[in-house]
């Protein structure tokens, strides 16, 4: 099936997502726009921060990773938000419903937690450290996120709300940025650091 040339290519949300292909094509889209944001951050960072530019390896790896995890909540909570207050078919059943564009953010998701796993287990090699509870946490997102885009009957619903979960990645982003500037007294961060005790 050539996606590009598909009449399914007009709606990303009308591919034939029990198609193999088109499930590895988008986990291998969302491991590959993360990886790209992941390197767009570091250019930018580089460009606009002078902070940015006096951290060690280790430091920037873990902003470039913050901003990327920050920006895939910002998908996941649009997902989770959608299918937990105004999908009528995951109202209606909760445990084996599918919609079209679940599989989208499912696979984009699995690709995301593909992605994470690989920097992660690289900047372990790298910078000679291990986190365990962070390879725990991403190995079984990706596993969980794995296991339902493999098994084309399972539910979608669990999933998505698991998604929601990343709800407090955009403040701890904006909270480690704003730290390692400098601007950690700021009534911005302050603010910043009260909404994400609430979240």
Not at 62 to 71: E, P
Not at 86 to 113: E, T, Y
Not at 131 to 158: E, R
Request: aromatic letters at 16%; a positive charge.
């Amino acid at each position: 099936m050539n996606l590009a040339n598909s009449a399914a290519s007009r709606d990303i949300f009308d591919w034939d997502y029990v198609l193999w292909e088109v499930r590895w094509k988008l986990l291998a889209a969302g491991f590959f726009i993360y990886l790209g944001l992941f390197l767009l951050a570091h250019l930018l960072s580089s460009w606009i921060s002078a902070s940015y530019r006096t951290l060690s390896g280790k430091e920037k790896a873990f902003w470039n990773m913050s901003i990327t995890r920050g920006l895939f909540a910002v998908q996941s909570c649009g997902a989770g938000l959608w299918a937990l207050f105004i999908d009528p078919v995951f109202q209606v059943d909760q445990v084996h419903s599918q919609q079209k564009w679940s599989w989208f953010h499912c696979l984009i998701a699995a690709g995301f937690f593909l992605h994470e796993n690989v920097v992660i287990h690289v900047s372990n090699i790298v910078f000679r450290m291990f986190d365990v509870f962070s390879v725990v946490h991403h190995l079984f997102a990706f596993g969980g996120l794995l296991g339902v885009i493999t098994n084309i009957k399972s539910g979608h619903y669990l999933p998505l709300m698991g998604l929601l979960l990343e709800m407090s990645a955009p403040s701890t982003c904006i909270s480690n940025v704003l730290l390692k500037i400098g601007c950690a007294n700021t009534l911005f961060w302050k603010a910043n650091q009260w909404l994400h005790k609430e979240c």
